[in-house]
T-cell receptor, first 117, second 118 residues
Framework: AQKVTQAQTEISVVEKEDVTLDCVYETRDTTYYLFWYKQPPSGELVFLIRRNSFDEQNEISGRYSWNFQKSTSSFNFTITASQVVDSAVYFCALRGSGETSGSRLTFGEGTQLTVNP | GAVVSQHPSRVICKSGTSVKIECRSLDFQATTMFWYRQFPKQSLMLMATSNEGSKATYEQGVEKDKFLINHASLTLSTLTVTSAHPEDSSFYIC??????????????FGEGSWLTVV
């Protein structure tokens, strides 16, 4: 079975602060894919990143960075110098590679990030 | 990137009526589409996997006769909520897979549809 846990339900920061969103996952697949999505108040999901299980390099994209630690089954997301526009719900998701696990995304519960001016 | 469009974005219907939500892949063929439901402040829960030309695969606890899914073409899947009740009010979002299952990032989401049953 696959499982994604986002322990932080809500986070509130002041603009320009750095913030890290935690994600811990469980899967029996040896090959799997991890994702982060942003869901603004309008509801649509915005794809942020995909990480393959065999690529443990951390990635930076502008103010966003991701720390993939296979040893601890974590895929944390950091926003540097947060901005009000970053306020949204952020979902971590997992897709396996098996016949069943590879056909759907398993989402975490989401973390509501509020960035205050 | 690829585009998936959902229609309508918002719909209000009376209790007992049926409502159809469309999910279209605009610039690619999607052999597989997924339907999710999201209640307020909750995560997205997979309802069913829709495969073109065959019956949808429903997740445990999802009523097949209530949530009818049709994937008649490679670019269109529809979700029909039959005999809707207020508890069906939710945010429904579809996604479409471009390419084969072994590709990791070729899942694209629609904008979602807000359903309110009064």
């Amino acid at each position: 079975a696959q499982k994604v846990t986002q322990a932080q339900t809500e986070i509130s920061v002041v603009e320009k602060e750095d913030v890290t969103l935690d994600c811990v996952y469980e899967t029996r697949d040896t090959t799997y894919y991890l994702f982060w999505y942003k869901q603004p108040p309008s509801g649509e999901l915005v794809f942020l990143i995909r990480r393959n299980s065999f690529d443990e390099q951390n990635e930076i994209s502008g103010r966003y960075s991701w720390n993939f630690q296979k040893s601890t089954s974590s895929f944390n997301f950091t926003i540097t110098a947060s901005q009000v526009v970053d306020s949204a719900v952020y979902f971590c998701a997992l897709r396996g590679s098996g016949e069943t696990s590879g056909s759907r995304l398993t989402f975490g519960e989401g973390t509501q990030l509020t960035v205050n001016p | 990137g690829a585009v998936v469009s959902q229609h309508p974005s918002r719909v209000i219907c009376k209790s007992g009526t049926s409502v159809k939500i469309e999910c279209r892949s605009l610039d690619f063929q999607a052999t597989t589409m997924f339907w999710y439901r999201q209640f307020p402040k909750q995560s997205l829960m997979l309802m069913a996997t829709s495969n073109e030309g065959s019956k949808a695969t429903y997740e445990q606890g999802v009523e097949k006769d209530k949530f009818l899914i049709n994937h008649a073409s490679l670019t269109l899947s529809t979700l029909t909520v039959t005999s809707a009740h207020p508890e069906d009010s939710s945010f429904y979002i579809c996604s479409a897979r471009k390419g084969l299952i072994d590709s990791g990032n070729t899942i694209y989401f629609g904008e979602g549809s807000w359903l309110t049953v009064v």
